[in-house]
């Protein structure tokens, strides 16, 4: 898959808001920070189009990306971010929730997982609540150019295991040096044939 336009569409706050464009979505979900705004991107190859912070916890909303026309990137809200108020994390929860349940658009979710860090306890309640809705979705590990390369193997090892999928099944990547890019837009193909 060759990206060639990709742009902006809308940002949705309120559950009744969420869109239906009838094409096929993908959305990137993990805990606030792990980098889910900088894969969409590395994948879009713009480093402006979503909007990246070093404050956790920044982006509040559900924000669709068209992409060439023929399918639809969703940044969703992160999760896991102790600081805010537990009004605004049950919100957000409920706006990830909302979109996530009985999406007939969606068709696979982006799980982002920081390299360095084993998944968390909001990471494993993510996997059950996809698997329990029978959600399919790819693990994906971010920021691998914090770690020099046995590192990164051991890190996706165990990273695997807790997550009890196999080693393969997990993207490696870096925003920052652009790597896992071909990995990421072969597994988009696949999911969209
Ligand atoms: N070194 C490094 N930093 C990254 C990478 N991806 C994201 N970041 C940084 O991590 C912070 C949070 O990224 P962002 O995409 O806004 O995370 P989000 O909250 O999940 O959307 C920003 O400061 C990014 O520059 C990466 O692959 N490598
Ligand atoms: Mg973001």
Redesign the pocket.
């Known amino acids: 898959m060759i990206i060639k336009k990709a742009q902006f569409l809308i940002s949705v706050a309120e559950p009744s808001k969420i869109s239906d464009f009838n094409k096929s979505e993908i959305a990137?979900v993990?805990?606030?920070?792990?980098?889910?705004?900088?894969?969409?991107?590395?994948i879009t190859n713009n480093k402006n189009l979503?909007?990246?912070?070093?404050t956790?916890?920044?982006?509040r909303l559900v924000n669709y990306f068209d992409i060439n026309g023929e399918f639809i990137l969703v940044?969703l809200p992160?999760y896991g971010f102790a600081k805010a108020p537990a009004s605004e994390i049950a919100k957000w929860r409920t706006l990830i929730e909302a979109y996530l349940i009985n999406n007939k658009n969606l068709k696979n979710v982006f799980l982002?997982l920081d390299i360095r860090r084993e998944p968390s306890e909001n990471d494993f309640k993510m996997v059950n609540f996809l698997s329990h809705y029978n959600i399919p979705f790819t693990c994906v590990a971010?920021?691998?150019?914090?770690l020099k390369k046995e590192a990164i193997k051991k890190s996706v090892q165990k990273i695997a295991s807790a997550l009890r999928i196999g080693y393969g099944n997990i993207i490696v990547?870096?925003?920052?040096?652009k790597?896992g890019v071909n990995l990421l837009l072969e597994r988009i193909e696949q999911i969209l044939n």
């Open positions: 990137v993990g805990k606030s920070n792990v980098g889910k705004s900088s894969l969409i991107n590395l979503a909007k990246t912070s070093q956790p916890g920044r982006t940044d992160g982002l971010t920021k691998a150019d914090k990547t870096s925003a920052l040096k790597e």
